[in-house]
Every structure is written in C-alpha cells, then in structure tokens.
C-alpha cells in the first residue's frame, strides 16, 4: 500500500512539475527613442500552462492549454489557438518544448541551430488584424530550456523576453 502511494504521488509531482525563472521583458516601438525594459518572472508548469508576468504584474503572457492571455499597456487580449490560427503553431512549439518533445513540422515554421541553441521562427500567415508579425523562440538545443522569446510586431515594433 505504502509503495502505491509513493508512486501515485511521484507521477502527481511529475505531471505538476514546476519550474520558475527570472525574465527581462525589453518592449520597442519605432516611434519611441527609448525601449521599455521590465523584468518579472517566467512559470512553467507541464503539460502545458506557461506564464510570462513582468512589471508587477501589470505585463502578462499566458498559455494554459490552447487558450492564451495577454496583457500589455492596460490592454487585455484573450485567443483560443483552435479558433485563430496565428497562435495554433506557436502553441504546438510551445508545448513541443515544455515537454521536451521533437519540436513539430509545420508550413509556417523554420528551424535553425547554431552554438548549442535552435532557433524557432513561426513566420503565421499575414492577415489585417495581426498582433504580430512572427515569433522568434530560442532554446537551449540540449536542455529545451527556453532563452527568449521575441514577438514581432507591425513596422519594427517589438516585443523580446530574455530569460
């Protein structure tokens, strides 16, 4: 009894792995001469919840499940990535690398490795009401621990979180 126990609380702490790590969240605007740069912390928790919060919590980048939140200048922007298909493969990356999985193949999709990192850029199909133009994620090729994360937004705008 006591060996089934330890086992069914071993795969609990297995399937609820946590994992927390500092952030610098640098925003750029063409416009403006100087980038906004915060820090605040990264959350991940398996299969697939990972939230980014900087600046006191006012900045936030959330996925927990297929369902993204996100949080920027007073703003607050929720997509299901079964209904909108910029997020779908940036949740499928996303996942892939929480679970130390192969990252997946897809049309809008390149993936490239050099100095011990790859480097993932989801380049969605262009549409008008786009937040941003393409994802860039860097990871660690031996560990798939995340490095940075960029969203490219419209005419140079951007946003980057380095962890």
Known sequence: MKKLLFLILFVCCQLTFCAAQSVTRT???????QDAVTTGSMTIRKPDYICISTDGGKELLMM?????????????????SKKNKQFDTFHAVLSAVINNQPIPAADDLTVSSKNGQKTITITPEKKKRQLFSSFVLVIDAKTSTIRQLRMNGRKGDYTEYKM
């Open 64 to 80: 927990e499940g297929t369902k993204f939140t996100m949080t920027m200048g007073g703003k607050k922007h929720v997509t299901d």
């Open 27 to 33: 925003q750029h605007r063409e416009a403006v001469a």
